[in-house]
């Protein structure tokens, strides 16, 4: 099973920017698909982002569509988020998680990370 640590989640004004990462542990993240998650108070997990294998295919949910951007450096074993333009609405803990799919459910997804909170002010 793969261990995934997430960082770089803080506190920003809005139109602000953030970069998340995620890093796994083990030999085998390059098979992995990855996906970035979020939950704020009182809701449920949303999807937000995934990212296949190689980082040629990647796909977004529509609220965060043209504002983040997902990429991987399979090196490094790392998964990253790059968050610009923040809303307050984007306010929530942020997990990244393991699939073999490129889905959305996170029913479908396997390992999880504690998760790094993020906050906009506005």
């Known amino acids: 099973q793969v261990q995934l640590v997430e960082s770089g989640g803080g506190l920003v004004q809005a139109g602000g920017s953030l970069r998340l990462s995620c890093a796994a542990s083990?030999?085998?993240?390059?098979?992995?698909?990855m996906g970035w998650f979020r939950q704020a108070p009182g809701k449920e997990r949303e999807f937000v982002a995934v990212?296949?294998?190689?980082?040629?295919?990647?796909n977004y949910a529509d609220s965060v569509k043209g504002r983040f951007t997902i990429s991987r450096d399979n090196t490094k074993n790392t998964v990253y988020l790059q968050m610009n333009s923040l809303k307050p609405e984007d306010t929530a803990v942020y997990y990244c998680?393991?699939?073999?799919?490129?889905?959305?459910?996170?029913?479908?997804?396997?390992?999880w990370g504690q998760g790094t909170q993020v906050t906009v002010s506005s």
């Open positions: 990212i296949n294998w190689s980082g040629g295919v990647t």
């Open positions: 998680a393991t699939t073999t799919r490129m889905v959305a459910l996170p029913g479908d997804y396997d390992s």
């Open positions: 083990g030999r085998t993240f390059s098979r992995y698909v």
